[in-house]
Structure formats: structure tokens, C-alpha cells
Nanobody, 125 residues
Framework: QVRLVESGGGSVQAGGSLELSCGKSEYTRYTQHCLAWFRQPPGKEREAVATSGSDGSTTYADSVKGRFTISKDNANNILSLQMTNLKPDDTGMYYC??????????????????WGQGTQVSVSS
């Protein structure tokens, strides 16, 4: 059973780092899949942060390129997001998401059928 459980959120000052993890996705059971991190800043719509496809591809939102790294631990079915040089604009609820039976990733949240409950990231200036 696919369950997405995020962990690792917290409060940091600008310039700091955090690592988010998403477990229990069982994504290795699906040959074709896309895993992603989304975030929802306060008062704004949910937006894509980064994706990792079963074809080995990764994509990033322009706002996080060079600062965030998405990665997968296939042995333990864990998706991670390493965030460095955090900025106040990175504040928000972060969600991991998954879609299966499709190898190409998308930034469209409506394409993802499985979501975690979210973990809060707060960055102060």
C-alpha cells in the first residue's frame, strides 16, 4: 500500500539547510513512476519544486535550481530533498507526491494521485 510520509521540516534562518524525507511510497514496485516535491507558501497556490523520474531524470523549479537536490534511496523507497542556502521565500508546507504507470515527470499537481500530509518549512530572515 502506498503511503507518503514526510519528515524533516523545521525552522531555520536564511542561509541554513534542511533535508526532507518521504518514506513508505513503495515506488520501486512501479517500473514507471515520477516522484516530486511540491510546496505551498502561505496564502499562495501549491507549486512544484522538483521531480525525479523512473528514467533517471530530475527537474527543478527555477527558484530552487542550484540550491535544492532531489534524490532517491531505492533500497529503502525514500525520496529526499536536500535544501541549502534557504531563503524566506522558501517558507511553506512541503509535500511529496507520486504518480505511477508513467515514466515522464510533470510539474502539474493534478497529475499526481498520491500525496503526503506535508511538513512545514519556515525560513526567517
Amino acid at each position: 500500500q502506498v503511503r507518503l510520509v514526510e519528515s524533516g521540516g523545521g525552522s531555520v534562518q536564511a542561509g541554513g539547510s534542511l533535508e526532507l524525507s518521504c518514506g513508505k511510497s513503495e515506488y520501486t514496485r512501479y517500473t514507471q513512476h515520477c516522484l516530486a516535491w511540491f510546496r505551498q507558501p502561505p496564502g499562495k497556490e501549491r507549486e512544484a519544486v522538483a521531480t525525479s523520474g523512473s528514467d533517471g531524470s530530475t527537474t527543478y523549479a527555477d527558484s530552487v535550481k542550484g540550491r535544492f537536490t532531489i534524490s532517491k534511496d531505492n533500497a529503502n523507497n525514500i525520496l529526499s530533498l536536500q535544501m541549502t542556502n534557504l531563503k524566506p521565500d522558501d517558507t511553506g508546507m512541503y509535500y511529496c507526491a507520486a504518480l505511477f504507470y508513467r515514466s515522464t515527470c510533470t510539474f502539474n499537481s493534478e497529475d499526481f494521485g498520491w500525496w503526503g500530509q506535508g511538513t512545514q518549512v519556515s525560513v526567517s530572515s
